[in-house]
C-alpha cells in the first residue's frame, strides 16, 4: 500500500479546514457574494412576483397588483385573466404613454405550490429556500446559475423600462457573484 506523502496530508487538511471554517477567507468571500445574490433577489423586479400570497407586487414599493390580478394554478394568472392578457413578450415603447404594463418572454408567477418567496427573509432562510428543490421547482445550484444566467424573464430586472429602478446590480456582476457561490457549494450564511 502506497501512503501519501505527509505534505499532501498536511495540504489537504488545512484546504479543507480553509473552507469549512467560518470567519476564513472562503467563509467571507461566499458570504460577499451571498449578499450580492440577497440585495438582487430582494429587489422589487425580483420579489414583487417572488410573494408569499398569491397577488403579485407591482412598482417599486411593491404595491399590491391593480386589477385583482391573482397567481393562478399554474403561475400564469387566475382563469379568464392570464399574466399574457396584459403582459406582452416585451417592453412597450415609452410612446404607449406612462404605468403601461412591462413585458418579456414567458411573463408569470412561480406556481403556488413552488412560490420561492424572497421577502421579508434573512440571508440563511433566503438561501435555505432557495437551494430547496422542493420550492424551486427541482433545481440544482447549476440550474440555478443557468436560470438567473439567462432566463429572459430574469433578464427584463435589468431593463425593465418605463421609470421603474433596474436592479442595482450589474447582471454581470451578479451572475459572477452566483458562480462563484455555486463553485462553493452554495454556502449559507449562519442563521
Known amino acids: 500500500m502506497t501512503r501519501a506523502p505527509s505534505f499532501q496530508i498536511q495540504a489537504f487538511v488545512a484546504l479543507a479546514f480553509l473552507f469549512a471554517v467560518p470567519g476564513t477567507q472562503a467563509a467571507t468571500d461566499s ?33 399590491p397588483h391593480a386589477q385583482s390580478v391573482q397567481r393562478g394554478p399554474d403561475g400564469k394568472g387566475a382563469p379568464g385573466l392570464a399574466c399574457s392578457t396584459c403582459h406582452g413578450t416585451k417592453n412597450l415603447p415609452a410612446s404607449y404613454g406612462d404605468h403601461v404594463p412591462p413585458g418579456a418572454p414567458n411573463w408569470h408567477l412561480p406556481p403556488p405550490d413552488k412560490k420561492m418567496v424572497f421577502i421579508n427573509l434573512g440571508a440563511h432562510e ?35 423600462g418605463q421609470d421603474r429602478a433596474p436592479v442595482p446590480i450589474a447582471h454581470a456582476d451578479f451572475v459572477a457573484a452566483f458562480k462563484r457561490w455555486v463553485d462553493a457549494g452554495g454556502p449559507c450564511p449562519a442563521s
Open 31 to 63: 458570504a460577499s457574494d451571498f449578499a450580492v445574490i440577497q440585495k438582487v433577489l430582494q429587489h422589487p423586479r425580483c420579489q414583487n412576483c417572488h410573494i408569499p400570497g398569491d397577488a403579485p407586487l407591482q412598482f417599486d414599493e411593491g404595491r
Open 126 to 160: 433566503l438561501c435555505t429556500r432557495l437551494k430547496d428543490t422542493q420550492q424551486n421547482n427541482g433545481k440544482d445550484l447549476a440550474a440555478l446559475l443557468e436560470h438567473v444566467d439567462h432566463d429572459q424573464l430574469v433578464l427584463w430586472g435589468w431593463n425593465p
